[in-house]
């Protein structure tokens, strides 16, 4: 149990992606000064002074925290394509909360408190405050206000005032993951654990992951393909999950339209940021595309050979799936990915169980992709009471703003100004869609 200080106990307890991008933001972008920005878009889930004061005790325990010998030593064995001068890089790797972090808060008149953060400081170090700062929110939160924590009336563990996690029965949390797992297995899914930013706590993750071991071990076409968490993936000897997130484009759009002096220069980071990943990982780590940052059909235009053959697939994280997964399989298809040589397909927007069978009957039946599946906050904060939704989002990247346009307008985000002039040079067209609303994505 993390009843005690320190929920973050490791650097590898982040999501695999933070890393990988961090190995390239380094090698291409080393020491350039950024910001990023907290965004509450659940904003009447705030904390009492309580929580607030263990959340900024939490985040000054970060600057403690380095990447242990034994810990390089499996992030070797894992992303050997990094190099062995990168991972003599990570090992003087540190956190400095104190200089980096602005926290500020403001008291309602009912005591409760809303909270401001910025991180500030070298791209390559403060890129990796997003994951811990979300996943101690989130567990401040349900330690101190939402204090009791059910499922289906059962509950799980209830918290003192001072945030002591009590009455804890986490095995309703893991047969929630074995029934979750079994379910997706039967139905031919291949999934991933996504859940670190809004996990409920680090031992409710714990636990879902302990359930969905348990709950793949079933016969079926469907398999559990590992975690986003690397830490958890150590622990449970399953395969780290991960690419990049919308942060790389964004910061490179910010760098360029910077260096270029005006707003074109968000029209090439797609090519730039496929250009520069492939330079760092090599051309059979590609991963995923993420192709919303500026929108999917202005990626598309972009994403030309070799890329389309080194990246396995594309990853679909705004909009409407359906529409996102035909409109892909088309142009895959088009361009000869059928058959054998057809592409994955990774959907990971607020997803849940029935949502991934629908979508995997959609791509057996009618489409030329492989589905798979990143599900996170109905893995690791379902309970009876929703998750707070909260982001951490780039806003600024060597001297530029980091926008972030995605495929659905509720997902936008950054300077408003620069959103209105990039859409202008792209063409760029908004689209509403009805499963957008930003404050509930999480149902059953």
Partial sequence: MSNGVRVIRSLLDTDLYKLTMQAAIHANYPGVDCEFELTNRTPSKKLNKAGFEWFKRELGYLGDLRFTDAEIEYLQNELEYLGTAHFEWLKNVRLNPAEELIVKSEVDEEGMVGISLRARGAWDIVTLYEI?????????????????????????????????????????????GVRKASKLV?????????????????????????????????????????????????????????????????GIGAIEANRCGN??????????SME???????????????TDTYGTENY?????????????????????????????????????????????????????????IRLQKLCDEE??????????????????SEPMNIVMKLIKCGGGFAIKLSDNVGKHMGDELTIL??????????????GGNEEHRWGK
Avoid at 277 to 290: D, N, R, T
Avoid at 335 to 350: E, L, M, P
Avoid at 377 to 382: G, I
Wanted: proline share 3%; charged share 25%.
């Fill in 421 to 434: 002039k990039v859409k202008e040079r792209l063409g760029y067209v908004d689209t509403e869609w009805e």
């Fill in 132 to 176: 811990p700062v979300l996943s101690l929110l989130s567990e401040a939160y349900f330690r101190f206000v939402d204090r009791i924590w059910c499922i289906d009336g059962n509950v799980v563990a209830q918290c003192t005032n001072n945030g002591i996690v009590k009455e804890v029965a986490f095995d309703i949390v893991e047969e929630q």
């Fill in 186 to 250: 039967a139905n031919g899914c291949q999934f991933s654990e996504f859940g670190t930013r809004r996990r409920r706590s680090f031992d409710v993750q714990y636990a879902v992951i302990c359930g969905l071991v348990r709950g793949s071990n079933v016969d079926g076409k469907g398999r559990l393909l590992g975690t986003s968490n690397v830490l958890m993936a150590k622990e449970f000897k399953i395969p780290p999950i991960g690419t990049v997130g919308h942060e790389w484009m964004m």
């Fill in 276 to 290: 520069r990943y492939l330079s760092v990982v090599g051309p059979k780590h590609m991963g995923l595309a993420l």
């Fill in 300 to 356: 598309l235009k972009d994403f030309k050979e070799p890329f389309v053959d080194y990246y396995i697939g594309v990853r679909q994280d705004s909009g409407d799936p359906t529409d996102y997964a035909r409109k892909v399989s088309k142009w895959y298809s088009d361009r000869g990915y059928v058959g054998d040589k057809s592409k994955i397909i990774c959907f990971s927007d607020s997803l849940n169980v029935e949502k991934c």
């Fill in 367 to 384: 489409l030329e992709l492989k589905p798979i599946f990143g599900i996170g906050t109905n893995l690791t904060n379902d309970f009876d």
């Fill in 263 to 272: 707003y074109d220069g968000y029209l090439h980071a797609n090519r730039i």
